[in-house]
């Protein structure tokens, strides 16, 4: 019994060393890798040290203390871990690193910008969870920049995976001198669900910031705060993509997140200012590598310094500033409840809203504007661009950067394709100091059909509403007639038809309210193709061989009669009824001096006559050209003699109730 119980006791002592002796041995392996890992930092020109190494078997539990590192690239990126504790570690597949959690205690990041300034992270904790890696990661080369080594950074992220990473915290400070400082915080910052260079969520909580900057002369404290981040379905990929020179003829589109929300977020200025964005939205953004190259942005910037560019540096710099823009796509983005105050007033803003793709914005819009002005307040229900391509605006403004020489026509007729239109819509201004208000219910032009850069087809349609300005003496029939307020409701297009060389402005509608409604149609025959060059000696030359077409116009009596009749009144001392009769009379007399010129001229003035002696009478005049009429004459003659120009026109006219 004695030996069994002694036999027993020493297998127990052999098991226990033996497991002692095992953990020290794996303990000394995983020191060994350890080390091997940071000599691959300090082989790629980094510097890199760690304190103390553990590992508890039974729990699977690696433990390194007091981490130091720091990068070969220049400017260097600097780093401080007091501990990391690596927990249920293992290895899945060869060249493989995996951990139930990791948790990162006390980090500092450090980065060393231009002019000494300088920008520190940190963090009081860092957790990942389920987290599967390489083993050993690859070093970008010493005399790697820090474009390469962020996109290192990026491409190895790829490689690894994990359920949620998460701070609690980040603190950080910016210091670039008396120009600028700050600090800045964030807070419950969580990633979840990594895999293959993917992000399927990523939020923050809060971030707060203060800057302090001096401009003019003049400091400024800035604080701000911002809630709510968050972001769905973030690629790394795609932003590895545009660091990369080797990529600079993919020239597909890469999705580089789904969308985006934050929001309240406010600003406040030492200066005065005071703003607010209730919530801002972005929505399915992409990069083109082929167009989105940031190097190459970058080695520019550097290679100009600090030194005003030249009109070549220029240039080149807004080239590829607008290939930046050609290679960024929105699907949409939106900043909603904007207010600030401002030393000039208060002012809000319902939503501004923009979209882009290959450079182009396809609609810009501001919504529900309320500010004050020192005549009053000013409201607009929205404004919008149409079609706004910024890439080609960047390129043909920096043609404007020769010194000393002013635009020539061409370019400036340049700028009209750029945008193909604008809408407004639902505004109210001051009028003077009146105390009364213009009305915008609506006004919208846009244009196309371009001939080079010049637009062969444009629409605008206006309404607006306004008082009738009491001290403006061509206002004061209007006045003594009772009126008050005058509106403009008018839809006007103009199309040039290359085929038919017809160049037609119609206008179905031109109302003045209270006063007549009317429609027209005027159209030029035998019209160039010329006629739109920006080069104006060729456009003159050119329109030299344009004739005039027919001419039709309507106009439907609501009120103007009566207007003019009362002034005539007013001037002459008589009742209404004795000056219209006087007016009538003394259209009529004229027509007999008109026939002698052009009988059917004659007959268009006893349709006026018609037309003013019986209030609400509808007018309608047609001219049809008799042969040919070259264009630029006619109008010489309608300057000289009206008459003789109204000879070369067959003329009808008509009324009617």
Same mark, same amino acid.
Request: charged fraction near 20%; proline fraction near 6%.
């Given at each position: 019994?004695?030996?069994?119980?002694?036999?027993?006791?020493?297998?127990?002592?052999?098991?226990?060393?033996?497991?002692?002796?095992?953990?020290?041995?794996?303990?000394?392996?995983?020191?060994?890798?350890?080390?091997?890992?940071?000599?691959?930092?300090?082989?790629?020109?980094?510097?890199?040290?760690?304190?103390?190494?553990?590992?508890?078997?039974?729990?699977?539990?690696?433990?390194?203390?007091?981490?130091?590192?720091?990068?070969?690239?220049?400017?260097?990126?600097?780093?401080?871990?007091?501990?990391?504790?690596?927990?249920?570690?293992?290895?899945?597949?060869?060249?493989?690193?995996?951990?139930?959690?990791?948790?990162?205690?006390?980090?500092?990041?450090?980065?060393?910008?231009?002019?000494?300034?300088?920008?520190?992270?940190?963090?009081?904790?860092?957790?990942?969870?389920?987290?599967?890696?390489?083993?050993?990661?690859?070093?970008?080369?010493?005399?790697?920049?820090?474009?390469?080594?962020?996109?290192?950074?990026?491409?190895?992220?790829?490689?690894?995976?994990?359920?949620?990473?998460?701070?609690?915290?980040?603190?950080?400070?910016?210091?670039?001198?008396?120009?600028?400082?700050?600090?800045?915080?964030?807070?419950?910052?969580?990633?979840?669900?990594?895999?293959?260079?993917?992000?399927?969520?990523?939020?923050?909580?809060?971030?707060?910031?203060?800057?302090?900057?001096?401009?003019?002369?003049?400091?400024?404290?800035?604080?701000?705060?911002?809630?709510?981040?968050?972001?769905?379905?973030?690629?790394?990929?795609?932003?590895?993509?545009?660091?990369?020179?080797?990529?600079?003829?993919?020239?597909?589109?890469?999705?580089?997140?789904?969308?985006?929300?934050?929001?309240?977020?406010?600003?406040?200025?030492?200066?005065?200012?005071?703003?607010?964005?209730?919530?801002?939205?972005?929505?399915?953004?992409?990069?083109?590598?082929?167009?989105?190259?940031?190097?190459?942005?970058?080695?520019?910037?550097?290679?100009?310094?600090?030194?005003?560019?030249?009109?070549?540096?220029?240039?080149?710099?807004?080239?590829?500033?607008?290939?930046?823009? +050609?290679?960024?796509?929105? !699907?949409?983005?939106?900043?909603?409840? =904007?207010? /600030?105050? &401002? $030393?000039? @007033? #208060?002012? %809000? *803003?319902?939503?501004?809203?923009?979209?882009? +793709?290959?450079?182009?914005? !396809?609609?810009?819009?501001?919504?529900? =504007?309320? /500010?004050? &002005? $020192?005549? @009053? #307040?000013? %409201? *607009?229900?929205?404004?919008?661009?149409?079609?706004?391509?910024?890439?080609?605006?960047?390129?043909?403004?920096?043609?404007?950067?020769?010194?000393?020489?002013?635009?020539?026509?061409? *370019?400036?007729?340049?700028?009209?394709?750029?945008?193909?239109?604008?809408?407004?819509?639902?505004?109210?201004?001051?009028?003077?100091?009146?105390?009364?208000?213009?009305?915008?219910?609506?006004?919208?032009?846009?244009?196309?059909?371009?001939?080079?850069?010049?637009?062969?087809?444009?629409?605008?349609?206006?309404?607006?509403?306004?008082?009738?300005?009491?001290?403006?003496?061509?206002?004061?029939?209007?006045?003594?007639?009772?009126?008050?307020?005058?509106?403009?409701?008018?839809?006007?297009?103009?199309?040039?038809?290359?085929?038919?060389?017809?160049?037609?402005?119609?206008?179905?509608?031109?109302?003045?309210?209270?006063?007549?409604?009317?429609?027209?149609?005027?159209?030029?025959?035998?019209?160039?193709?010329?006629?739109?060059?920006?080069?104006?000696?060729?456009?003159?030359?050119?329109?030299?061989?344009?004739?005039?077409?027919?001419?039709?116009?309507?106009?439907?009596?609501?009120?103007?009669?009566?207007?003019?009749?009362?002034?005539?009144?007013?001037?002459?001392?008589?009742?209404?009824?004795?000056?219209?009769?006087?007016?009538?009379?003394?259209?009529?007399?004229?027509?007999?001096?008109?026939?002698?010129?052009?009988?059917?001229?004659?007959?268009?003035?006893?349709?006026?006559?018609?037309?003013?002696?019986?209030?609400?009478?509808?007018?309608?005049?047609?001219?049809?050209?008799?042969?040919?009429?070259?264009?630029?004459?006619?109008?010489?003659?309608?300057?000289?003699?009206?008459?003789?120009?109204?000879?070369?026109?067959?003329?009808?006219?008509?009324?009617?109730?």
């Amino acid at each position: 019994m004695v030996k069994i119980l002694l036999g027993l006791v020493a297998a127990v002592v052999i098991a226990v060393g033996g497991f002692f002796g095992f953990e020290f041995y794996t303990q000394q392996r995983v020191a060994g890798e350890v080390d091997a890992a940071f000599e691959q930092l300090r082989a790629g020109g980094g510097k890199a040290s760690h304190g103390k190494v553990s590992f508890d078997l039974k729990s699977r539990t690696i433990t390194v203390a007091d981490i130091k590192a720091e990068s070969a690239t220049q400017p260097p990126v600097s780093m401080k871990i007091a501990s990391v504790v690596a927990s249920g570690v293992g290895q899945p597949d060869t060249g493989r690193f995996s951990a139930d959690s990791i948790d990162a205690v006390d980090i500092e990041f450090g980065m060393t910008g231009p002019a000494g300034g300088n920008l520190i992270y940190k963090m009081p904790r860092l957790v990942m969870k389920d987290y599967s890696g390489p083993a050993n990661l690859k070093q970008p080369q010493a005399s790697a920049s820090t474009i390469d080594a962020y996109r290192s950074v990026l491409e190895q992220f790829a490689t690894v995976s994990a359920t949620s990473v998460e701070a609690p915290s980040l603190t950080g400070t910016i210091n670039f001198g008396p120009a600028m400082s700050g600090e800045f915080a964030y807070s419950g910052t969580a990633l979840r669900d990594i895999k293959a260079g993917k992000i399927a969520a990523i939020q923050i909580e809060r971030v707060n910031f203060t800057v302090n900057t001096q401009q003019t002369g003049k400091n400024d404290k800035m604080t701000g705060e911002m809630l709510k981040l968050a972001t769905s379905d973030f690629d790394i990929a795609a932003l590895a993509s545009i660091l990369d020179p080797q990529k600079v003829n993919d020239d597909r589109y890469i999705r580089a997140y789904g969308k985006t929300t934050a929001g309240p977020y406010s600003v406040t200025s030492a200066l005065g200012l005071r703003m607010r964005i209730d919530a801002m939205t972005i929505d399915e953004v992409g990069v083109r590598p082929s167009r989105v190259q940031l190097p190459a942005m970058l080695a520019m910037l550097q290679a100009s310094g600090t030194a005003q560019p030249s009109p070549a540096q220029a240039r080149e710099l807004l080239e590829k500033a607008a290939a930046i823009y +050609e290679g960024m796509r929105i !699907g949409t983005a939106e900043m909603r409840g =904007l207010s /600030a105050e &401002t $030393p000039q @007033g #208060p002012f %809000k *803003l319902a939503a501004i809203r923009f979209n882009l +793709e290959n450079g182009k914005v !396809g609609e810009f819009a501001f919504e529900g =504007l309320d /500010a004050n &002005t $020192p005549k @009053g #307040p000013v %409201k *607009l229900g929205r404004f919008a661009l149409k079609s706004l391509d910024i890439a080609n605006f960047m390129r043909i403004s920096a043609q404007f950067a020769g010194p000393g020489q002013p635009p020539s026509p061409e *370019l400036i007729a340049g700028l009209f394709p750029l945008i193909e239109g604008v809408e407004i819509k639902g505004v109210t201004a001051p009028f003077k100091n009146t105390g009364k208000f213009v009305n915008l219910d609506g006004f919208d032009v846009n244009w196309g059909q371009f001939v080079g850069p010049i637009p062969s087809k444009a629409r605008l349609t206006a309404k607006i509403t306004g008082p009738v300005d009491a001290t403006d003496p061509a206002m004061k029939p209007l006045i003594a007639a009772g009126l008050d307020k005058l509106s403009v409701d008018g839809d006007i297009g103009a199309e040039w038809t290359e085929a038919a060389r017809s160049f037609v402005v119609e206008v179905p509608k031109l109302e003045l309210g209270g006063l007549l409604n009317a429609s027209a149609r005027i159209m030029l025959a035998n019209v160039p193709r010329q006629t739109f060059s920006a080069n104006a000696a060729q456009a003159i030359g050119a329109a030299a061989q344009i004739e005039a077409g027919g001419i039709e116009l309507t106009v439907r009596d609501l009120g103007s009669v009566d207007v003019g009749v009362v002034q005539y009144a007013r001037a002459q001392n008589v009742g209404r009824d004795a000056a219209r009769q006087a007016i009538v009379e003394s259209i009529r007399a004229s027509s007999q001096d008109v026939a002698a010129a052009n009988p059917d001229a004659a007959n268009a003035v006893q349709a006026l006559a018609r037309f003013v002696e019986s209030p609400g009478q509808t007018l309608v005049i047609k001219l049809t050209p008799v042969g040919k009429v070259p264009a630029m004459q006619l109008f010489q003659m309608l300057k000289t003699d009206p008459l003789l120009a109204l000879a070369k026109f067959k003329i009808e006219a008509s009324t009617g109730l």
